[in-house]
């Protein structure tokens, strides 16, 4: 069962107050009161101390009226729902609740039904809310959850030349990649050769272990990415310092060779290539003008 939604109760004067209370049944419109205040002073720090869903206010108070409180909470607390009544049938509050988006303006004295049908809205509007708020929340795991698989076909795509280019930046930032923050770029790819069956058959695993043993050489190396391709283990990495950009030749090798000693300890395996080269625009390593070691398909 869903907790009841809160709702605060504002007037200047306590049998109003106590009338209201006692007059609706708020748990069959699924509300409670959790508390009461006598001015919008008053109002505003219990506000806080409470954390309603709903206020219910008179609009004429001592110290701060119902429509300078309902303004203050449209600042502060905006997802908070007003609900405005007054013995006044005037136009011109009537007006300044429509700009302050209260969503309620009731005339005294409150008739319990019409409280009621009122109450009955607002929890489906907060009822709502809160689906969708669900919804963006579930949204946003599923996203997370399949954020390597997004960016690994992102970079698989670029290196094919199939992302556009006004799109590159915005999706490099939204996949929380650092590749076009370099002076230089290096790109390189692992392949494994002459493998039995048995590789074959667990080349999945294989390839996370592969990628996984690049990625801890690469780790003090800067703005990097490894992603898998048919052909095998990709890495495109950015060279922020020119000094390192201008030894890539010879920096970039040793890291590849070195790790594919260890890639020939595993068993299933007999052999392992490699390939790399580093380019002054990042805008080579992409398309068919770009980088032929990402994009060959072959092992």
């Not at 004067?13 to 006692?22: G, K």
């Not at 009955?120 to 698989?149: A, C, M, V, Y």
């Not at 997004?150 to 999706?171: C, H, Q, T, Y």
Request: with cysteine.
């Amino acid at each position: 069962m869903n907790e009841p939604y809160k709702i605060l109760l504002v007037d200047d004067e306590a049998e109003v107050r106590t009338s209201i209370i006692r007059k609706i049944d708020w748990s069959a419109v699924g509300f409670q009161v959790v508390g009461d205040a006598e001015n919008g002073v008053d109002a505003l720090e219990k506000i806080e101390q409470l954390e309603p869903d709903v206020v219910l206010t008179d609009i004429r108070m001592p110290y701060m009226d119902g429509l300078e409180m309902a303004e203050r909470l449209r600042e502060i607390h905006p997802s908070i729902k007003v609900v405005l009544f007054s013995g006044f049938d005037d136009f011109e509050y009537a007006q300044k609740a429509i700009k302050l988006n209260i969503i309620e303006y009731i005339l005294k004295p409150v008739n319990a039904e019409e409280m009621m049908e009122i109450l009955l809205r607002i929890k489906g509007t907060l009822d709502e809310e809160i689906q969708r708020l669900r919804d963006l929340t579930n949204l946003q795991e599923s996203f997370r959850k399949n954020l390597p698989i997004l960016r690994e076909k992102f970079l698989s795509n670029l290196v094919k030349g199939n992302a556009g280019k006004e799109d590159i930046p915005v999706l490099m930032e939204e996949y929380g990649l650092s590749l076009l923050e370099g002076n230089r770029w290096v790109a390189a790819k692992v392949m494994a050769q002459e493998m039995d069956n048995a590789a074959w058959n667990s080349w999945n695993l294989l390839a996370v272990s592969v990628q996984r043993l690049l990625e801890d050489r690469f780790q003090d190396f800067g703005n990097y990415s490894c992603f898998q391709r048919p052909s095998g283990i990709c890495v495109i990495a950015a060279m922020e310092d020119e000094k390192r950009a201008d030894a890539a030749d010879y920096f970039f090798p040793g890291i590849v060779q070195g790790s594919q000693k260890d890639f020939e300890l595993h068993p299933h395996c007999r052999h392992w290539t490699s390939c790399g080269e580093h380019r002054k625009y990042f805008s080579q390593l992409c398309g068919s003008k770009g980088s032929c070691c990402l994009q060959s398909d072959c092992r």
